[in-house]
Structures are given as C-alpha cells and as structure tokens.
C-alpha cells in the first residue's frame, strides 16, 4: 500500500534525509557566495551551476515551475531595454494570460511557449557564453526527465 504524503490531520516525512540536503546545499551556496574571491570564477561558476542543478532535482516540480515562472519574468525584466517594447509587451501579456488561468495546471508548457523568453534568454546568453553550456545541460535533464516520464504513460507537465 502506497503512503500518502499529507493526510487530513496530520502529516507524514516520507524522506527524512530531503530537508537535510536541501539545508546542506543552500548552506554551501552561502559558503561560495561569501567566500567567492577565493576561487577561480570559472570555478566559482561551475559550483554555483552544480548546487543549482542539485537543488532543482531536489526541489521536483513545483520548485522547477517557479524558477520558470518568476525567473522568465525577471529575464523579461532585465533585457527590458534590449528587447523593445513589443516583445517586452508580448511577454508580459502572455502572462497575464497564464496568471489570469488561476491553476498551475501545464504552467510550464505556456511558459515555453513564450516567444520573447527565447530571445531575450538568447541575449543574456550572448553576452554570457559560457552559461550557453549550462543552459544546453539543464534543458538536456528536463527533456530526458520528461521523455522518461512519457514513456511510463505518466503526465508530462
């Protein structure tokens, strides 16, 4: 019989050890931000990435829908001037359009869907090459993680 993980009442840690990771990975995040000028920022970077991705795989889903949601309107944000007004504009309205749905039902499916993520993502990247690599390798992860799941005839998304 399969435990539920929350039940009316009451609640069940499934995983003890998961909430101690993730104190031990935002601890060392800290760690490499305070202590970032004692390492080669190559380095620096690549250990930043590595607790990041840890950090996503950890988090699951809902923790990888928010890092889409809010980090692609910050992207929007910080290429503002870059982009013009009507992809900024076009941006912002299509999430309006997926705030306005009001379930986070497939969030990221619409949040792919989003033109002007792509090139204002492709403009930080530009300016930024070496985190092209990281970019390729996270998106590599997600479709492996959502090709396996498809095949399992589980919901992608």
């Known amino acids: 019989m399969k435990k539920k993980l929350f039940e009316f009442g009451r609640s069940l840690l499934v995983n003890p050890w998961h909430p101690i990771w993730f104190i031990v990975l935002c601890s060392w995040a800290v760690l490499f931000v305070i202590f970032r000028r004692k390492f080669n920022s190559i380095l620096f970077g690549y250990c930043l990435f590595a607790i990041g991705l840890a950090l996503c795989l950890l988090g699951g ?20 001037r870059e982009i013009g007004s009507l992809l900024l504009f076009y941006g912002l309205f299509s999430y309006g359009i997926i ?18 993520l792509a090139i204002a993502l492709g ?14 390798s996270c998106f590599a992860i997600l479709l492996a993680s959502f090709s396996v799941q498809f095949a399992q005839h589980l919901w992608v998304g």
């Open 61 to 80: 889903v809902m923790l990888n829908y928010l890092l889409m949601v809010f980090g692609g309107l910050y992207l929007l944000w910080y290429t503002r």
């Open 99 to 116: 705030f306005s749905i009001g379930t986070t039902f497939s969030v990221n499916r619409y949040v792919f869907a989003i033109v002007s």
């Open 123 to 136: 403009l930080v990247l530009e300016k930024h090459p070496r985190w092209g690599y990281a970019t390729i």
